[in-house]
């Protein structure tokens, strides 16, 4: 799941760790291309054959500093928080994303915005 993905990446650039594997998942892989497409880790790979493929992210850090500052998770499990794509609004003055489960698949608040299209609002990466 990716709350488990998000924690572990998190953890790791906290301790200075180049690299993270997780379990893998499709929805997982899509989370991770859209952390890398936004610059928030430097890539991943998939590895491993059924029934043991793994994700391996490889983290990035700007001057020393993790890349990722917080991540905040908007919907839980017993809880879904819905947008419609006119109320969906920028993540620390553009600074951070949203990621957002449409009808579309998984996209950032911007790529939602511009497709209009809504939906549910997964969590927010600064």
Do not use: C
Request: hydrophobic share 35%; no cysteine.
């Amino acid at each position: 799941m990716y709350t488990n993905l998000l924690t572990q990446i998190k953890n790791a650039q906290a301790v200075k760790k180049e690299r993270v594997k997780t379990p893998y998942s499709a929805m997982d892989e899509k989370v991770l291309e859209i952390l890398a497409s936004s610059h928030f880790i430097s890539g991943f790979e998939k590895k491993g054959r059924n029934p043991k493929k793994y994700l391996e992210s490889t983290l990035l850090y700007k001057n020393g500093s993790p890349a990722i500052t917080e991540v905040k998770f908007v919907s839980s499990p017993s809880r879904h928080i819905y947008k419609k794509y006119s109320q969906l609004r920028t993540v620390k003055q553009g600074y951070g994303i949203s990621v957002i489960s449409t009808s579309k698949g998984l996209m950032t608040d911007a790529d939602a915005r511009k497709g209009k299209v809504g939906g549910e609002v997964l969590f927010n990466i600064w």
